[in-house]
């Protein structure tokens, strides 16, 4: 429940900062006789984007600091098999299923399916790292 709460909270200040760089993007695109498709161009870019910017928010927080702001507002920290911080192909390969939601939601299942003690995600497991209480 913890790692839940966790990304909420990481997931609300990434998309909160991309809403405000959204809107600024796409204001000037509003005067433009076709907003509709413009809106769904804008749209399906910025999902990406947001997939994007999602794992390389991840994957630098637990390189560098082994968590990440929802991480430690919930009392969590992502080690690798040594017990330091993952390396940055290690927290970027963890992270990657965070590009897009269904993909995350198949790494949990998956993972939690396929574990015994149902803590780590399947690409947690397949890169040795796993998530702990500070």
Known sequence: MRRIVAFVIDAVIVYL???????????????IGTVARMAAM???VLSL???????IYFSFFEMYEGTSFGKRVMGLVVRSKTGGNP???EALARN?????????FL???VGLATSKEYTQKLSDR?????VSKR
């Open 17 to 31: 900062v991309l809403l405000v760089l959204a809107i600024a993007f796409t204001l000037p695109f509003f005067t």
């Open 107 to 109: 790494d949990i299942i």
């Open 96 to 104: 990657i299923s965070k590009v897009y939601w269904v993909l995350l």
């Open 49 to 55: 984007v947001a997939g994007v910017v999602l794992v």
């Open 42 to 44: 804008i749209t399906g």
């Open 126 to 130: 397949f890169v040795g790292t796993y």
């Open 87 to 89: 390396s940055f192909v």
